[in-house]
């Protein structure tokens, strides 16, 4: 067996960035930009108001309370280009670009009106509240930059900047077969011997969430005809994950069918718990995931090594296990050869404290634990017994 960082590490050299698409800016939510993008315009473009008011010469209105003639307005979209003169001002709106010789505004609140005068009651100095030119950015400025993921922040700044148009890694192609004959898809009949299909949706949601494409082939039953011909529907994709089948009965027959398919295997077993059956090599051009068939270790495993090998096809930095200190919240014995990721729960202690309470039950077909837990609580190999209150590693979800 290997250990999880060196699992980890001799997954991820197989992948690199996958090639770049054009897209526009609208249809860029979640996408990874493939190239950097430079701002095409200036923001703003000139001086302008950051408050409704009275756009004026700070000199006039040293000395307060002054009147002031009216000779224009400049609202956003708008101006007023001619030149303002000692005594004049100039109504202007929230994003108004100043007139030539304005260098302040005195926001509405401080001012009286009467027809084409206006009282000034409170002095301004030099450049309060104006926007100056390029105050956001300038022509040419760098905006996000390649192995961004694209959120609502930065899609607003890219849009800002007057860019339609964006070069985005594509989006990796993820095969997931479920392997067995106890499995069948959720909705049909179960029978006395047969278990609803989740594996496959629950690794489809982690490719979705990570950025990827998920396309299910369907339950390869425990036969190696059946294994052999929904694996070959594979060809076209970036990764194939599987799972189940992985392990050592006689009925698992993946590994020994993929074999004779041209498997080149990388890898095979962890010293992990759960996940220890996982393998890893190359059908062909084609990397393959190998998960077991337990759900609880093929989250945990999708979690570790699928997310991370979808973040280097998109180009993005290969995410860490989102590693974090809580404290234990229980008593724990002494652990084996194997990393333990334990289910746990988080709570607040006292003084603020993550506190991290590990589920009494760990077996890796308890789905219901994972889903109500928050965190994995990790236990190195060969880790001393810790108390509670000890300072533990977790996974946080």
């Known amino acids: 067996m290997i250990s999880v960082d060196e699992a980890r590490s001799r997954i991820l050299r197989h992948f690199a960035r996958l090639p770049a698409e054009q897209i526009a800016i609208s249809e860029a939510a979640g996408r990874v930009l493939a190239e950097n993008v430079v701002s095409r315009v200036t923001k703003p473009p ?64 401080n001012t009286v009106r009467d027809g084409d005068r206006v009282t000034v009651n409170v002095a301004v100095d030099e450049g309060r509240y104006v926007r100056r030119k390029g105050l956001d950015f300038s022509e040419g400025d760098p905006g996000p930059c390649a192995g961004r993921r694209l959120g609502p922040r ?5 849009a800002a900047m007057n860019v339609p148009w964006i070069k985005v890694t594509r989006r990796p192609r993820v095969a997931i077969v479920g392997t067995g004959d106890e499995i069948v898809m959720p909705g049909e009949p179960l029978g006395p ?23 299910s082939l369907g339950i390869a039953r425990d036969d190696e005809t059946a294994i052999r011909d929904i694996v070959r529907g594979a060809a076209r994709a970036d990764l194939l994950v599987i799972t189940g089948g992985m392990s050592v009965g006689e009925r698992d027959l993946v590994r020994a069918v993929l074999a004779r398919e041209g498997l080149e295997l990388d890898f095979w077993k962890i010293a992990m718990r759960p996940g220890k059956p996982l393998a890893f090599g190359s059908l062909g051009p084609t990397p393959m995931l190998g998960f077991p068939g337990n ?21 993005e930095t290969i995410p860490d296990d989102g590693r974090d ?19 746990a729960i988080l709570d607040r202690g006292a003084n603020g404290a993550a506190v991290a ?41």
């Not at 000779?71 to 030539?100: K, M, N, S, Y």
């Not at 278990?195 to 949601?205: Q, V």
């Not at 759900?295 to 180009?315: H, K, N, Q, T």
Request: charge should be negative.
């Open 46 to 109: 000139r001086a302008v108001s950051a408050m409704d008011g009275y756009a004026v010469r700070a000199a006039d209105v040293a000395a307060t309370p002054t009147d002031l003639d009216i000779v224009g307005e400049a609202p956003a979209g708008g101006a007023h280009d001619a030149g303002l003169l000692p005594g004049q001002t100039v109504r202007i709106f929230t994003g108004g670009p100043l007139p030539p010789g304005a260098d302040s505004i005195v926001i509405q609140e």
């Open 193 to 215: 011997n047969r278990i609803a299909s989740s594996n496959s949706l629950a690794l489809a949601a982690i490719v979705k969430e990570a950025g990827g494409d998920a396309t």
């Open 295 to 315: 759900p609880v270790s093929a989250l945990v495993c999708g979690l570790l090594f699928l997310r991370p090998a979808i973040a280097a096809m998109l180009g």
């Open 357 to 397: 309470r590990p589920f009494p039950r760990q077996d890796s077909s308890m789905l219901a634990a994972l889903a109500n837990a928050a965190c994995l609580i990790v236990r190195p190999p060969h880790a001393p017994p810790a108390a509670a209150g000890d300072t533990v590693e977790i996974v946080r979800f």
């Open 325 to 343: 200190t809580a404290i234990l919240g229980a008593d724990l014995v002494g652990n084996d050869e194997r990393q333990d990721y334990l289910r």
């Open 154 to 158: 930065e899609i607003g700044l890219i």
